[in-house]
């Protein structure tokens, strides 16, 4: 054990500093060449992140993965995004994603796949007119004869071209009078080739100004077909039990129509590992403008010797380091099996707020340096800005904290 932190054993501190020397010494050179060309992680890239074990850190070591739980995942993910957010974003693209197949054979095969990072996949959830407001996805999945037949948009999917697979949220019914609006929701796995659409689904590019690495689209589905066991049902007591011990961040199974229960329980692991990429990105800025201001010399001393300058560097680690005490506390919390739906809206607040601050103010430490493409630190800004919105808004997730403290809002 530590003594510098409670958390962190001697077995976590040998995964932090092995994924600290892989992030540094491989995903950063790729990082500053790739980032400012627009380009997507290489695949031979993605084949050596499935060599480090990054795609089955929650995947029980039965099916090749690591068989760790949510604190390893952020431990890991801080140190990549601290060298490219989107190596830390495609991670969460394997990690159990995509195999909850009914089938206990396709499950496994699917799990052995996804560890190894030969089933990455693509979330589309969000649509032109349901983002914050997920339960009103309106892209529909009828069924006819031995399958369903899909309709709609879907908008902000990251992946979806090179993407193994699709998960998709969609609309197989209207929720009844009383019923809750997430009733008649599915999820449903379309699987597909890398780097091709099957026939009945288009796909654009959107134009980000940040966020480089993984190409986001807009998805346009007009009758695509899948078969009757695409759509993700019900599962019996003792394949719950194998899937959660399969991976520490499996949603818990649902009855049919409860996919958006789901989703929303799979949005609490994704807002701590978002938290952590935010801590990665504040703590890359920090670290380059520590190094900075050392090397730049106004007034003939270094710039790092200016009260102004030291005092906001020592602003800069306090608050990193704050939110770092608190996604450890959380994270550690889900791992026990704790709820910590407020605990991981206040994580995914505290640090992407801090996060956007941080990287703004690694820009003024650089002045006018810090505003060109020749310094990472304008990458770790336009990053920094997106994560106070994908996985639910910093408004959203004051709504969610609120709700907790005092009720729902009438």
């Known amino acids: 054990m530590s003594g510098a932190n409670p958390y962190l054993t001697d077995v976590r501190l040998a995964l932090q500093a092995t994924a600290r020397r892989f992030a540094l010494d491989e995903v ?40 760790l739980g949510v604190f390893e995942y952020a431990l890991i993910t801080e140190e990549l995004a601290r060298a490219w957010m ?59 004869r031995d399958g369903y037949v899909i309709t709609g948009e879907k908008r902000w999917c990251g992946n979806a071209l090179a993407a193994d697979f699709i998960s998709l949220l969609a ?11 997430g ?26 100004i940040g966020y480089h690495g993984i190409t986001t689209f807009h998805l346009v589905f007009d009758h695509l077909r899948v078969p009757a066991d695409a759509m993700l049902g019900r599962r019996e007591p003792a394949m719950r039990a194998e899937a959660a011990s399969a991976g520490g961040a499996a949603a818990p199974a649902r009855e049919d129509g409860r996919a958006f229960n ?27 403008s520590l190094a900075y201001a050392q090397e730049r010399v106004q007034f003939g001393r270094p710039i790092g010797e200016f009260q102004a300058v030291r005092f906001k560097l020592a602003d800069m680690a306090t608050q990193i380091e704050a939110a770092r ?27 992407t707020e801090m ?16 505003y060109t493409t020749e310094r990472a630190v304008e ?24 709700d907790r403290l005092l009720g729902r809002a009438r």
């Open 325 to 351: 005490a608190l996604i450890y506390s959380v994270a550690q919390r889900c791992d026990g099996g704790e709820p910590i739906e407020k605990e991981a809206a206040m994580v995914k607040l505290f640090a």
């Open 86 to 144: 989107s190596v830390a974003s495609i991670i969460a693209r394997g990690n159990g994603m995509g195999t909850q197949a009914r089938d206990r054979q396709r499950r496994a095969e699917l799990l052995r796949r996804s560890a190894r990072g030969d089933w990455i996949g693509a979330a589309a959830l969000s649509e032109p007119g349901a983002g914050s407001d997920l339960a009103n996805v309106q892209c529909r999945a009828v069924r006819d």
């Open 183 to 208: 009733r008649g929701l599915e999820t449903f796995l379309i699987e597909k080739p890398r780097d091709a659409f099957p026939a009945g689904l288009t796909g654009t590019p959107i134009d980000k």
């Open 355 to 370: 996060a956007e601050r941080i990287t703004g103010d690694a820009i003024q430490v650089h002045g006018g340096n810090g």
């Open 262 to 288: 789901a989703t929303l329980h799979g949005l609490n692991v994704a807002r701590v590992h978002t938290a952590a990429r935010a801590i990665g990105l504040a703590r890359g800025a920090l670290e380059d």
């Open 171 to 181: 609309r197989t019914s209207e929720p009844g009078a009383g019923e809750s609006r």
């Open 28 to 67: 950063l050179p790729l990082a500053n060449e790739l980032d400012r060309q627009k380009k997507d992680i290489p695949r031979d890239f993605l084949r050596r992140i499935g060599e480090m074990g990054y795609f089955g850190i929650m995947i029980g070591r039965e099916y090749g993965g690591m068989g």
């Open 379 to 402: 990458r770790y800004w336009r990053d920094a800005r997106l994560t106070t919105i994908f996985e639910g808004t910093s408004e959203i997730q004051r709504v969610i904290i609120s």
